[in-house]
């Protein structure tokens, strides 16, 4: 498992034990694009506030083509359900597409999680994008 936070949170937060690698960067945004160039997909847990964050980012670039990556909610106990809801409202009043909906896959446990990464492995491509 490797760990990636930021310096300033580093010296207030617990660093998990038994990480392979750890890393520390200098701010919350070279970390989310440290975090994007070493992964394939993304899976979003119930969180906080900087989870959100890092979900809308990673749509974001989605919905600009700038990667292909699958990003999956687990939506455990219906955690994700009012932000899908929201996702929906914007596309209803028409400030999104359905394409950017369709961003997210939804799984309700890490089995069906699992599922559909390996549904959507074969068709992801690697980006070699270049994120800021």
């Known amino acids: 498992m490797i760990g990636i936070i930021p310096e300033h949170l580093d010296a207030v937060e617990i660093t998990q034990d038994g990480l392979a690698e750890l890393h520390v960067t200098r701010n919350m945004h070279e970390r989310k694009k440290m975090m994007f160039d070493r992964s394939d997909a993304f899976i979003v847990l119930p969180g906080g506030l900087g989870t959100l964050d890092e979900t809308f980012e990673i749509m974001t670039w989605a919905q600009l083509s700038l990667h292909k990556k ?31 909906a369709s961003l997210l896959q939804v799984a309700e446990t890490a089995e069906e999680a699992m599922d559909l990464l390996k549904q959507s492995e074969a068709q992801t491509e690697p980006s070699n994008s270049e994120l800021m």
């Open 70 to 100: 699958p990003i999956i909610l687990l939506n455990h106990k219906g955690y994700w359900s009012p932000l899908l809801e929201l996702v929906e409202n914007v596309v209803r009043e028409g400030f999104a597409s359905e394409a950017n």
